[in-house]
């Protein structure tokens, strides 16, 4: 059993940053991917990056240049760091960690907004 615990949202203004952390624990693989999606209320929820075990990464075109992932193998931890934030990036961010299945994160609310 795997178990995902995400931090580092919160309130920034237009152009500003965050960092957001989710540490996996548990019955962790040697071999797997981990990734964020964001959703918005009355939307579906996307896809914005994902990171392989060999550090590999994918994000979406909305956030390409912007937002930056990476990882922490020793500790099972992985970064979404997100520059430049806009008010269309204002979302709840669920980290997953995907091996034989997939385990998602409780969210964490990112607000932008001046």
């Known amino acids: 059993q795997v178990q995902l615990v995400e931090s580092g949202g919160g309130l920034v203004q237009p152009g500003g940053s965050l960092r957001l952390s989710c540490a996996a624990s548990?019955?962790?693989?040697?071999?797997?991917?981990m990734g964020w999606h964001r959703q918005v209320p009355g939307k579906e929820r996307e896809p914005v990056a994902t990171?392989?075990?060999?550090?590999?990464?994918n994000y979406a075109d909305s956030v390409k240049g912007r937002f930056t992932m990476s990882r922490d193998n020793a500790n099972n931890t992985v970064y979404l760091q997100m520059n430049s934030l806009k008010p269309e990036d204002t979302a709840v961010y669920h980290c997953?960690?995907?091996?034989?299945?997939?385990?998602w994160g409780q969210g964490t609310q990112v607000t932008v907004s001046s």
């Open positions: 990171i392989t075990h060999n550090g590999v990464t």
């Open positions: 548990g019955s962790i693989s040697s071999i797997y991917t």
């Open positions: 997953y960690y995907r091996f034989n299945s997939v385990v």
